[in-house]
């Protein structure tokens, strides 16, 4: 069925790296665009960035740019997010998810189950 | 960046109520927007795109309405099930942004 799979969590000092990755499965993943949002513990949704279909593209929230990086792997049908210098403030749970890219009618239909990432000393 | 308003945060009501949820957008968005539900422990669901159209498989009690600066989620027929946090979401430009979310308790 159509499904994606967050991992690559974990506790992380702040300062230190970690790569969440999303493998897809399902669906035609060359036709999507791939999102990460995360969510801080009690928080709301907060949008981390995007990967267009063809990887062309990316954007990324203000908080992350020049930390994190996303990416893809289409013979793996799986996406990235690396995270550089990571801060208490990243603590999160990070949902993938699948879209389109914007502007665009279509929501985000398909998410994963999120991983979470924990930054402390 | 395009901000949203959801209001109210906190509302609660007995299974067979109506209830509607507002979201204000800080510029016209015209109808990209999405609604979402989320449950403790799990992924967001969405219920709603295009600001009307009701996601398949969703149930018809869930609809949407508006464009532009102001959108509204409404329930009717309230079910236990129904108890969650609603997100509204804005997919006209990047960043995507989501408003702070509505805690729908049923009493």
């Known amino acids: 069925q159509v499904q994606l799979e967050e991992s690559g969590g974990g506790v992380v000092q702040p300062g230190r790296s970690l790569r969440l990755s999303c493998a897809a499965s399902g669906f035609t993943f060359t036709s999507y665009s791939m999102y990460w949002v995360r969510q801080a513990p009690g928080e709301g949704l907060d949008w981390v960035a995007v990967?267009?279909?063809?990887?062309?593209?990316?954007y990324y929230a203000e908080s992350v740019k020049g930390r994190f990086t996303i990416s893809r792997d289409d013979l793996k049908n799986t996406h990235y997010l690396e995270m550089n210098d990571l801060r208490v403030e990243d603590t999160a749970v990070y949902f993938c998810?699948?879209?389109?890219?914007?502007?665009?009618?279509?929501?985000?239909?398909?998410w994963g189950q999120g991983t979470m990432v924990t930054v402390s000393s | 960046d395009f901000q949203l308003t959801q209001s109210p945060s906190f509302l609660s009501a007995v299974v067979g109520d109506r209830v509607t949820i507002t979201c204000r957008a800080s510029q016209d968005i015209r109808n990209y927007l999405a609604w979402y539900q989320q449950k403790p422990g799990k992924a967001p669901k969405v219920l709603i795109y295009?600001?009307?159209i009701l996601q398949r498989g969703v149930p018809s009690r869930f609809s949407g309405s508006g464009s532009g600066t102001e959108f509204t989620l409404t329930i009717t027929s309230l079910q236990p099930e129904d108890s969650a946090i609603y997100y509204c979401q804005q997919l006209d430009s990047y960043p995507i942004t989501f408003g702070q979310g509505t805690r729908l308790e049923i009493k």
């Open positions: 295009a600001a009307s």
């Open positions: 998810a699948r879209g389109v890219m914007a502007p665009t009618l279509d929501g985000f239909d398909i």
């Open positions: 990967v267009s279909y063809d990887g062309r593209r990316k």
